[in-house]
């Protein structure tokens, strides 16, 4: 089974930025549709963003313009750059993938990490 980690959570305070990584055992190459999701306490879990291999992405309403991620197969990363952060954007990030994009928007994804911190607080 592939094994996602995910890195980067931490404390940081109204607009502030952080970066999030994401890796796979074995490499996230083979992986055709990644995705970052958030868990707040009290909240469903939400999509935050999502890329494929062919470089399609896409971005839930509350991050556009804030959030980018990004992906490099050769560095087997997949990131998400957090800037302008808000109280709001509080909540454990998971990486997730999946062969197939449908499962991966839906939360039906094959593969998920342990997930990160990211606490937004002054």
């Known amino acids: 089974q592939v094994q996602l980690v995910e890195s980067g959570g931490g404390l940081v305070p109204p607009g502030g930025s952080l970066r999030l990584s994401c890796t796979a055992s074995g490499g996230i190459f083979s992986i055709h549709a990644m995705a970052w999701w958030r868990q707040a306490p009290g909240k469903q879990r939400e999509l935050v963003a999502t890329?494929?291999?062919?470089?399609?992405?896409t971005y839930s309403d509350a991050v556009k313009g804030r959030f980018t991620i990004s992906r490099d197969n050769a560095k087997n990363g997949m990131y998400l750059q957090m800037n302008s952060l808000q109280p709001e954007d509080t909540a454990v990030y998971y990486c997730?993938?999946?062969?197939?994009?449908?499962?991966?928007?839906?939360?039906?994804?094959?593969?998920w990490g342990q997930g990160t911190q990211v606490t937004v607080s002054s």
């Open positions: 997730t993938g999946d062969d197939s994009y449908y499962l991966v928007v839906k939360g039906g994804s094959a593969y």
């Open positions: 890329i494929t291999n062919g470089g399609a992405i």
